[in-house]
């Protein structure tokens, strides 16, 4: 039987043994960090940083720079915001696999998404954009027109209806008409009761829609080869900057549709202004708070909730109206 005295000794030199080895260990990675090259070790620090942004932009929060006034008063061009990526859940890789999130997009959140007019270079091109436009905090970004801008790729505005809702526009304003009701409500009247904070820019008054309606019956008669009746010319039409298209469209629709009650064609186009648009289940459509100089979803349609990539969250930066720096609403 193995003495006591023996057992100790042999626990002395492992523990020995193993102390000196980890010692060596220890030695030798602080001799080769002595060692390496400093420019290897900011290149290191920098891909290491670089990843972290890269991961917290991907997953968690991204910054993103206002590009135009879609969506004026609530955010103003050049207002750098951070959006809320993991809230509906983020892409597993830039443009590829969603997520999931039991948190879904709700009526009047501020949405981005991707554009769905938007034509893509490539898929190599696609990522790469997305990486430098991550890494550069939103300051570089390489997708730009023929002109140096930069393209529509994401866009940014309010769940203004979800699945189920019928809407129409009633001389610019919207009103909806939830699903299971059988009546139309306005949308700011909506706001108000539901004590929503944020307001509906418009560049249009009501008198201008006289003139409007004017100009558009007048281009319905050329349009039908007919001389323009004198009370339809009018010099007010090129004061109108930011027309109210649908309202344009259904007056001069309604002229068109009068002289060619057999074409199918018109009575349909002209039933979607007074009749409304129907969005699907699963789908939200996304409108601009500045209604009159917005091109959003009166153009493209509903957006599938799933490409929803996240909810703008706070205004970081904003230049010079400082006050502004705070949580989008």
Do not use: C
């Not at 209806?161 to 610019?172: E, V, Y």
């Not at 909810?311 to 720096?325: E, H, Q, T």
Request: glycine share 8%.
């Amino acid at each position: 039987m193995e003495k006591a005295g023996d057992f100790f000794d042999r626990l002395q030199h492992g523990t020995e043994a193993w102390l000196s080895r980890r010692k060596r260990k220890a030695r030798i990675k602080k001799e080769k960090q002595k060692a390496k090259n400093p420019v290897l070790d900011w290149i290191e620090a920098f891909l290491w940083a670089a990843g972290m942004v890269l991961l917290i932009n991907q997953y968690i929060f991204q910054a993103y720079q206002i590009p135009s006034g879609s969506m004026i008063d609530t955010l103003l061009i050049g207002d750098r915001i951070i959006v809320n990526k993991l809230i509906y859940g983020p892409e597993l890789l830039p443009g590829f696999v969603k997520l999931p999130s039991p948190v879904k997009p709700k009526r009047n959140d501020i949405i981005i998404f991707e554009n769905p007019t938007y034509i893509s270079k490539g898929i190599a091109f696609d990522i790469a954009q997305r990486v430098i436009f991550m890494l550069t905090l939103s300051f570089v970004d390489i997708d730009r027109d023929e002109q140096g801008n930069p393209e529509a790729h994401f866009l940014i505005k309010r769940a203004a209806a979800m699945g189920g809702d019928w809407i129409k526009s009633d001389r610019g304003n919207l009103k909806t008409r939830f699903s299971g009701e059988d009546h139309w409500v306005n949308e700011n009247e909506f706001n108000a009761s539901s004590g929503m904070a944020h307001t509906i820019s418009r560049l249009m008054n009501d008198s201008d829609y006289p003139v409007l309606q004017a100009a558009a019956k007048a281009s319905a008669f050329l349009d039908l080869g007919l001389p323009v009746p004198s009370a339809l010319r009018s010099e007010g039409a090129g004061r109108i900057q930011n027309p109210d298209s649908f309202a344009y469209e259904a007056a001069r629709l309604t002229l068109i549709r009068g002289a060619n009650p057999h074409n199918v064609n018109y009575r349909m186009r002209l039933a979607r202004n007074y009749l409304g648009w129907y969005v699907p289940e699963g789908r939200i459509l996304p409108l601009g708070d500045n209604r009159d100089n917005s091109r959003d979803g009166r153009y493209f349609g509903p957006v599938n909730s799933s490409k929803i990539l996240g909810k703008g969250a706070i205004i970081m930066w904003s230049w010079p109206k400082l006050s502004r720096v705070g949580r989008i609403r």
